[in-house]
């Protein structure tokens, strides 16, 4: 059962406008939420995280915006550079340890 | 490099063999994940060391599935009798102490391939 979804498979957005990227989730224990980008032939690396008792947080470009009573959150980067090109993965946790993954979304950024 | 590595890059195996999969952590890093990626799908965990210490092995599909860290640095997974279901990207990371909720930095991972 995925706790994680990532609905959109693919985004495809223009050089300098806005890329938002969604992720729904079902467990209301989870308190920790992360994203990770992963380029081809590589390990994901972690972007940016949000802790359950914020709502948003920002991180340059990045900002990732968590809605707990809709189990969703977002990150939006502003503005979208086609190095961001690249699959983003949505993680949660409730342990801190075991982190449970969406089935991600690759972005392609146009120049 | 500094990160973590993986080997060997791909695998591929007959179905019914045992393999192995290293994962060196970054130095001096205490805990250590394993992940596995199936075709299309995110990373589902699978197991968690704090040094040498399996804390969590629950994601493990099968007993096939076996990991260890007897030094508490660099780590194995092995797959018993391999299956074509096996087929998968197998990813390590690592970070830095054993608190909740530090970032983990992942390796490239290892490509198995069943046939």
């Known amino acids: 059962d995925q706790q994680v979804k990532q609905n959109s498979p693919s985004l495809s957005v223009q050089e300098g406008r806005i890329s938002i990227l969604n992720c729904d989730y079902t467990n209301s224990m989870f308190d920790y939420f992360l994203w990770y980008k992963k380029y081809p032939a590589e390990g994901p690396t972690f972007l940016i995280s949000i802790s359950s008792i914020k709502d948003k947080n920002e991180d340059g470009r990045f900002t990732v915006f968590l809605n707990k009573s809709a189990k969703h959150l977002s990150l939006h980067i502003v503005p979208s550079q086609p190095g961001d090109s690249a699959v983003y993965f949505c993680?949660?946790?409730?342990?801190?340890?075991?982190?449970?993954f969406g089935t991600g979304t690759s972005l392609t950024v146009i120049p | 490099g500094a990160g973590v590595s993986q080997s060997p890059r791909y695998k591929v195996a007959k179905r019914g063999q045992d393999v192995a999969l290293r994962c060196d952590p970054i130095s001096g890093h205490v805990s250590l994940f394993w992940y596995q990626q199936a075709l299309g799908q995110g990373p589902e965990f699978l197991t968690y060391f704090q040094n040498e210490a399996q804390l969590d092995k629950s994601g493990l599909p099968s007993d096939r599935f076996f990991a260890e860290r007897p030094e508490g640095s660099v780590s194995t997974l092995k797959i018993q009798r391999t299956q074509q279901e096996d087929s998968a990207v197998y990813l390590c990371a690592s970070s830095s102490d054993p608190w909740p909720y530090n970032e983990q930095f992942f390796g490239p991972g290892t490509r198995l391939t069943v046939l």
């Open positions: 993680a949660a946790s409730y342990t801190g340890n075991q982190f449970y």
